[in-house]
């Protein structure tokens, strides 16, 4: 699962921040990283481009919660792609999420 962002101007991206309505089934459900893919890249799969580093599991929190990555920041140029994925377990009820960040 992915959303996109065209960026028009370059900049740093840092305080990624997730919020999920329903809860993983584990620890590991619910990985989300951005990604860049640069300008005149092209999207070749899941895995194109650079994974800047910031990354939230949201695992078996209570739902509702927002968790943080205020760690982790990653500096993106005009013109480059730049996309949310996150990861799912099989019969995974992680749902109705919603992702932010400072760019």
């Known amino acids: 699962n992915a959303g996109q ?3 028009t101007t370059g900049g740093s991206l840092s305080n990624f921040a997730v919020r999920c309505a329903h809860t993983g089934i584990d620890s590991s459900s619910g990985v989300f990283r951005i990604w860049d893919l640069p300008s005149g890249t092209a999207l070749s799969g899941a895995d194109s481009g650079v994974d ?6 949201y ?3 209570m739902a509702n919660t927002t ?3 205020t760690t982790h920041t990653f500096s993106y140029s005009k013109g480059d792609l730049l996309r949310i994925q996150f990861t799912t377990q099989q019969n995974e009820t992680l749902g109705y999420c919603e992702a ?3 760019y």
Do not use: E, K
């Open 67 to 69: 968790l943080f990555d």
């Open 52 to 57: 800047t580093g910031l990354t939230v599991t």
């Open 100 to 102: 932010s960040f400072n």
């Open 5 to 7: 962002m065209l960026m």
């Open 59 to 61: 695992g078996t929190v």
